[in-house]
């Protein structure tokens, strides 16, 4: 399994505070992704990075930022949690000897916003 | 955008039979991979698929990358209770550098 951890792994706030989500990565793997996963919606991309300080947007980044300062963290911040961010998110990393084409999942983080 | 039309959507079979699902796509895609979702974790890579026409297995599971390249299929033979969980396909482009999901085939099955 490729090294990744989350943290935390749940988590319960309120409308209008500020979440950060953690994804850890053993593999030096140079590509790190944050998805959301919704019932009906399957796996959406919201922020991506190519390498230390470079992100990019995805499909649904409103609302959410990223930081990378280091090959093996990728920071996922809710500026002002909406109930409408209440959903499981995963990090995901590519770009090892598997190319980058395939992308290994961490295990997740429910976060539920009051 | 890209989308991808996975189905079926949810299949429950009696163990021992075998299981077939499918993606297609308006567009042509580079890579094909399925994954399979257990409750409570991440996604996990089962098959990915490189070519157009290529079919590869992995145990009971066999894949193959349509020849159009905007579809692929996944066969499950002979399932087991373990087999349990939801099903996703996903399409690599190029072009465009991200990944597109499928919905997921939820698959139970009855012991």
């Known amino acids: 399994d490729a090294g990744i951890t989350q943290s935390p792994r749940h988590k319960v706030t309120e409308t209008g505070t500020p979440v950060t989500l953690r994804c850890h990565q053993t593999e030096n793997h140079r590509y790190m992704y944050w998805y959301r996963q919704d019932p009906g919606h399957g796996l959406r991309l919201i922020h991506y990075s190519y390498g230390v300080k470079d992100t990019d947007k995805g499909e649904v980044s409103d609302g959410y930022s990223v930081s990378r300062s280091k090959t093996e963290d990728f920071l996922l911040t809710l500026e002002s949690a909406t109930s409408s961010q209440t959903s499981v998110y995963f990090c995901?990393?590519?770009?090892?000897?598997?190319?980058?084409?395939?992308?290994?999942f961490g295990p997740g983080t429910r976060l539920t916003v009051l | 955008g890209q989308q991808l039309n996975q189905s079926p959507q949810s299949m429950f079979i009696q163990e021992g039979e075998d299981v077939s699902m499918n993606c297609t796509s308006s567009?042509?895609?580079?890579?094909w991979l399925w994954y399979k979702q257990d409750p409570g974790e991440g996604p996990v890579l089962l098959i990915a698929?490189?070519?157009?026409?290529e079919l590869t297995s992995n145990g009971r599971l066999t894949a193959q990358f349509g020849i159009t390249r905007k579809d692929s299929f996944l066969n499950i033979s002979a399932s087991i209770p373990s087999d349990v969980g939801i099903y996703f396909c996903?399409?690599?482009?190029?072009?465009?550098?991200?990944?597109?999901f499928g919905q997921g085939t939820t698959l139970q099955v009855k012991p």
């Open positions: 995901a990393i590519s770009g090892g000897l598997a190319g980058v084409n395939e992308q290994f």
């Open positions: 996903a399409g690599f482009s190029s072009n465009t550098g991200k990944l597109i």
């Open positions: 698929l490189y070519k157009a026409g």
């Open positions: 567009s042509i895609f580079n890579t």
